[in-house]
């Protein structure tokens, strides 16, 4: 009789146990092939990569508004975000981000001594 009643409580906690937590996982980002500076925190969830909204602002990713807005505290699944793929290399501890040209916003460059403008994503 225990072994059933401990089997039953056994399985009524695995249907109510929360989803396995997140691995953190800290890597160099590379945005289109181009080094982007940065090393980030992304949570590592099985196969998958999420990152924090701020933080894939900051790279230059354009975001949706609605579930990924400003508001939104958890990390977003990179891939659920249209026009992102990714790829970790555990052995250099990188992600190469593709990122399609309308979800890039506009970034300033300058070369020394001289102005900076802006750049519109569809020309880069």
Same mark, same amino acid.
């Given at each position: 009789?225990? =072994?059933?009643?401990?089997?039953?409580?056994?399985?009524?906690?695995?249907?109510?146990? %929360? &989803?396995?937590?997140? &691995?953190?996982?800290?890597?160099?980002?590379?945005?289109?092939?181009?080094?982007?500076?940065?090393?980030? #925190?992304?949570?590592?969830?099985? &196969?998958?990569?999420?990152?924090?909204? /701020?933080?894939?602002?900051?790279?230059g990713l354009r975001?949706?508004? !609605?579930?990924?807005?400003?508001?939104? /505290?958890?990390?977003?699944?990179?891939?659920?975000? %249209? !026009?992102?793929?990714?790829?970790?290399? %555990?052995?250099? #501890?990188?992600?190469?981000? &593709?990122?399609?040209?309308?979800?890039?916003?506009?970034?300033?460059?300058?070369?020394?001594?001289?102005?900076? =403008?802006?750049?519109p994503p569809r020309?880069?």
């Amino acid at each position: 009789m225990r =072994t059933i009643a401990a089997s039953t409580l056994l399985s009524a906690l695995m249907l109510i146990a %929360p &989803e396995a937590s997140a &691995e953190p996982l800290f890597a160099e980002v590379r945005l289109n092939s181009i080094d982007a500076g940065k090393v980030l #925190q992304f949570d590592k969830r099985g &196969e998958d990569l999420a990152a924090s909204a /701020q933080d894939l602002r900051e790279i230059g990713l354009r975001l949706d508004p !609605g579930p990924a807005s400003e508001e939104r /505290q958890e990390p977003i699944l990179l891939s659920t975000i %249209p !026009g992102v793929r990714y790829r970790l290399d %555990p052995r250099t #501890q990188s992600v190469e981000l &593709e990122v399609d040209p309308g979800r890039m916003t506009a970034h300033r460059l300058a070369r020394e001594g001289s102005s900076a =403008t802006a750049v519109p994503p569809r020309l880069r």
